[in-house]
């Protein structure tokens, strides 16, 4: 839903993508502290199924209302990085992929490293 907060911003407010993100990042933050308040000491000595479904059931009702305020109309965050692109035999890769897959592939190997050199391999 943060998302969809910063695209909103972006496209329809003015804002410049940083602020935005910003946005995004604390209303996620307020959303889960939230259900930490008030869901969270009913749920504490519950079954895990329970948490689990009462987790999944609000998970849920953001989706509704996502559904209900932007319905089709944002599907993608554009950033300065889409623009550049590459091809990778057929396919077209743009800059905020090849970003996300080097960040995905730096987090795995330090975490991996971090984790041996720490003795719990």
Same mark, same amino acid.
């Given at each position: ?13 003015? #804002? ?8 995004? !990042? ?7 502290? @939230? ?7 009913? #749920? ?18 953001? #989706?509704?209302?996502?559904?209900? !305020?932007?319905?089709? &109309?944002?599907? &993608? ?11 990778? @035999? &057929?396919?077209?890769?743009? @800059?905020? &992929?090849?970003? @996300? #897959?080097?960040?995905?592939?730096? !987090? ?14």
């Amino acid at each position: 839903m943060g998302a969809f907060i910063a695209w909103t911003l972006v496209n329809h407010a003015g #804002l410049s993508i940083w602020p935005a993100a910003a946005v995004a !990042v604390l209303f996620g933050g307020l959303a889960m502290l @939230g259900y930490g308040v008030f869901f969270g000491p009913p #749920l504490a000595q519950r079954d895990p199924v329970v948490k689990t479904t009462a987790t999944l059931s609000y998970l849920l009702v953001l #989706l509704g209302v996502m559904a209900l !305020v932007w319905n089709a &109309q944002a599907y &993608q965050l554009l950033l300065p990085t889409t623009n550049l692109s590459i091809q990778v @035999g &057929q396919v077209f890769v743009n @800059g905020t &992929q090849a970003i @996300g #897959l080097g960040l995905g592939i730096l !987090v795995t190997i330090f975490g991996t490293a971090s984790r041996n050199s720490s003795g719990r391999a």
